[in-house]
C-alpha cells in the first residue's frame, strides 16, 4: 500500500483525544481519567489503539491515561533541560551536540513521556527558529544536532526540508539525528515522499523508540523499511517499563524483533525521575537484570546499552552487571553463563 499525506493527516485527525471516546470503545469508566487528560492530554492514533487486546495490557498502559500519574510529586525538569537552553527549545548538555525540539506534539501521547510538562501541553517557546539557527551557526563545536520534542516527523513534509537544508548549511553541523515514534504510532507517516525529502540531507540517522514487541507488525515493519532503503541508519531507544517490558524473555523478543526489522538497539532506558511518570519506574537491579539476560545469550548486534540520564542535566552513565572484579592481585571475569575466569592484566612497567 501506498501513502499519501492527506492519509497520514486524516489517521492523525481520528486520532481518540477523550476519554468518553475511549469509554465508548472499550466499554470503561471515563470519568476517573478526565482529570488525567486534562493536565495530561490524551491522543492515541488509529492504528496504535487497534494493537491494544485487553485494557490493562502492555499497549494500554503506554497510551491511556491512569490517575496515578496526578499522585506523583518528581520534578517536571529532573534533568535540568530548561536551564541547559541558551534559547528557547534548545538543550546544549554535551560539548559537540545539541537536541533542538522542534514540535510540540506527538501522534500518540505517552504516559511515560520524559516531557509531560511541555509535550501537546499548548506550549509554544518565545523564540523564532531563527534564534536556535544562529546560535547553532555561532557555535563551532556543534557538531551533531538531534531532532526532537514532540516529534519532528509531524513537521510538513516542505518544513522538514526547509529546516534540515538550513542545517546542512552550518559548515560544522557534520550529524543529524531525528527522534521519533511515528513508526511505532503513525506509520502511515513514513511516506515515499517524506523518505525523498529525508534522503537529501545525509548522514542522516534516525532514532526510533519500540517499547514491546507487539509494536512490531507488518505496518510499522513496512515504515522502517522504507526508511531503511532511503539510506537512512535506524536505531531504537526502549525506556524500562514496569508492567510492559521489564521481563527479560519480552525484551530479548523486543530486540531481536528489532533487529529483524533493520533496526539496531542502541539505549535502554532507565526511568527519568519526571513527575506523572513514578508508575512505570523499575528498581535499577531489574535493568541490570534484563541486561545480564541479553548479553551473550544474544547478538551483540542485539544488545543495546542500558542507560541511567542523571538528575541535574548530568548526563548518560551506561550500567553494567558486575563482570570484573580483582582479588588478591588477580583479574576476575564474570562470564555470560556465570563462570568466573581468571584472567592475566599484565603490570604497566614505567
Request: with cysteine.
Amino acid at each position: 500500500m501506498s501513502f499519501n499525506e492527506s492519509q497520514w493527516q486524516k489517521s492523525l485527525a481520528a486520532a481518540i483525544t477523550s476519554p468518553d471516546e475511549l469509554a465508548e470503545r472499550f466499554g470503561t469508566e471515563p470519568e476517573p481519567l478526565r482529570a488525567v487528560a486534562n493536565r495530561y492530554p490524551l491522543r492515541i492514533t488509529p492504528h496504535y489503539l487497534s494493537l491494544i487486546r485487553i485494557p490493562g495490557d502492555p499497549i494500554w498502559r503506554q497510551c491511556v491515561p491512569d490517575p496515578v500519574e496526578l499522585e506523583d510529586d518528581q520534578s517536571e525538569d529532573p534533568l535540568c533541560e530548561e536551564s541547559l537552553s541558551p534559547v528557547p527549545g534548545l538543550i546544549h548538555r554535551y560539548p559537540d551536540r545539541v537536541v533542538w525540539l522542534v514540535a510540540n506534539e506527538c501522534a500518540v501521547y505517552c504516559r511515560f513521556c520524559m516531557r509531560k510538562r511541555r509535550v501537546g501541553c499548548g506550549r509554544t517557546d518565545a523564540t523564532s527558529r531563527d534564534a536556535a539557527l544562529n546560535y547553532l551557526a555561532g557555535t563551532p563545536a556543534i557538531r551533531d544536532i538531534i531532532l526532537s520534542g514532540g516529534d519532528p516527523l509531524l513537521l510538513p513534509d516542505e518544513e522538514l526540508a526547509d529546516l534540515l537544508g538550513r542545517l546542512r548549511a552550518i559548515p560544522h553541523v557534520e550529524i543529524i539525528r531525528i527522534g521519533t515514534r511515528v513508526p511505532v504510532t503513525l506509520p502511515e507517516r513514513i511516506t515515499p515522499a517524506l523518505c525523498q525529502v529525508l534522503k537529501r540531507f545525509h548522514p542522516l540517522y534516525i532514532n526510533t523508540h519500540f517499547n514491546h514487541p507487539a509494536e512490531i507488525n507488518p505496518e510499522s515493519a513496512a515504515a522502517c523499511a522504507r526508511l531503511a532503503d532511503a539510506g537512512i541508519q535506524l536505531g531504537n531507544q526502549t525506556v524500562l517499563l514496569r508492567g510492559v517490558n521489564d521481563d527479560p524473555g519480552v525484551m530479548r523478543s523486543l530486540m531481536t524483533g528489532l533487529l529483524k526489522i533493520r533496526i539496531r538497539p542502541y539505549y535502554i532506558h532507565q526511568m527519568d525521575l519526571v513527575r506523572g511518570t513514578g508508575h512505570f519506574r523499575t528498581t535499577v537491579d531489574c535493568g541490570i537484570e534484563i541486561m545480564a539476560s541479553l548479553r551473550g545469550h544474544l547478538s551483540g548486534l542485539a544488545t543495546p546499552y542500558y542507560v541511567i540520564d542523571l538528575p541535574g542535566g548530568k548526563g548518560k552513565v551506561p550500567v553494567l552487571p558486575e563482570y570484573v572484579r580483582r582479588q588478591n592481585g588477580k583479574l576476575l571475569l564474570r562470564s555470560y553463563l556465570g563462570e568466573v575466569v581468571e584472567y592475566s592484566d599484565p603490570a604497566i612497567v614505567e
